[in-house]
């Protein structure tokens, strides 16, 4: 693998003399002591290189980044992930706010699906009978005795979930012989319902009120 101890100690063996030969346990045991210092400071470079942007930072950059742009205010909650916490930034990072694309947009953008919003006092969210209503059919009631306020339905992130990994019953020698577990990563969501309420209420308009629900 590009980068590894053995890829550092090909690269260095080519540009050794032909004399020591192909079988050279001490020239070998020289060798791979460099490549590991060579191999180390490769992975340190490309973890640095991956805190240089928003969307592969982690770890302490995250908490700095957000330090940088919002202040002591904005902190990594108790226990929260990387790519929660990154989810957040990048939610109140040259946000529209206070208006109802804002908040179209920003579910849209967080969780790849376009929510449903409807106001009450809206006629073209509403309808009327004759209008884009008819008797017997569904929609959605409106009502003047709810004004600056909107339904919102927001909708979780599709995923294959643990797609790829046996289940419990597809192992014919039983269970726990060559098991194969999702790692935590693949089973855990990217986005959690906290990131999307947290959307809502960051971009949602001043003195309104939000009824939200998510749905799957």
């Known amino acids: 693998m590009k980068g590894d101890v053995k890829d550092f100690v090909r690269r260095l063996a080519t540009q050794l003399p032909p004399w020591f030969g192909d079988d050279n346990p001490v020239r070998d045991a020289v060798l791979e002591g460099l490549a590991t210092a060579h191999a180390w400071f490769f992975s340190f470079y490309l973890y640095v290189r991956a805190q240089t942007r928003l969307l592969s930072m982690a770890d302490s950059a995250l908490d700095l980044f957000a330090l940088d742009f919002f202040g002591e205010a904005f902190r990594r909650g108790a226990g929260q992930s990387d790519s929660s916490f990154r989810n957040r930034i990048r939610i109140n990072l040259f946000r529209e706010r206070g208006t109802r694309r804002a908040v179209e947009d920003v579910l849209l953008e967080l969780t790849g ?11 073209s969210d509403c309808g009327a009978v004759g209008v884009n209503l008819a008797l017997g059919a569904a929609g959605y009631v409106g009502s003047l005795t709810l004004p600056f306020q909107a339904f919102v339905t927001a909708f979780r992130p599709r995923g294959n979930g643990a797609a790829g ?4 019953a597809s192992n014919p020698f039983g269970l726990g012989i060559n098991a194969i577990v999702a790692p935590e990563s693949v089973m ?9 309420l947290a959307a809502i209420n960051a971009v949602k308009p001043a003195g309104t009120l939000v009824w939200a629900r998510i749905s799957h």
């Open 188 to 196: 855990r969501p990217s986005v959690s319902d906290a990131d999307i």
């Open 165 to 168: 990994y046996p289940g419990v």
């Open 113 to 123: 699906r376009a929510p449903v919003v409807i106001e009450p006092a809206r006629m």
